[in-house]
Nanobody
């Protein structure tokens, strides 16, 4: 069974950090480009970060550039999203997704329909609040 499972969400104060994990089962993440999306309350889901399958290059939405870092652990078949200097506006459900046809990371910040991902996780909630 092909599956992506996110973890690591929780409540954090503004300025704090969290590391989200996206573990794959049933397939090898190396063969896929991976994206992180988020959906804030009352807003559309948007692409936040990407790591390409071809060369490991990355891309980030302007809102998180310089604060978030995507990485991959091949041995654990897991992708991470390190989130630093968190802001209340980062509060959202965060999803990871995988796509076999995406060789380079496209522009971030758009809706899932633009990217056409193959597999999705169920999400993990991040709340940034005092």
């Amino acid at each position: 069974q092909l599956q992506l499972v996110e973890s690591g969400g929780g409540l954090v104060q503004p300025g704090g950090s969290l590391r989200l994990s996206c573990a794959a089962s049933g397939f090898t993440l190396d063969d896929y480009s991976i994206m992180w999306f988020r959906q804030a309350p009352g807003k559309e889901r948007e692409g936040v970060s990407c790591m390409s399958s071809s060369d490991g290059s990355t891309n980030y939405a302007d809102a998180v550039k310089g604060r978030f870092t995507i990485s991959r652990d091949k041995a654990k078949n897991t992708v991470y999203l390190q989130m630093n200097s968190l802001k209340p506006e980062d509060t959202a459900v965060y999803y990871c997704a995988a796509d076999s046809g995406m060789l380079v990371c496209p522009v971030m910040g758009l809706s899932p329909d633009y990217y056409g991902m193959d597999y999705w996780g169920k999400g993990t909630l991040v709340t940034v609040s005092l």
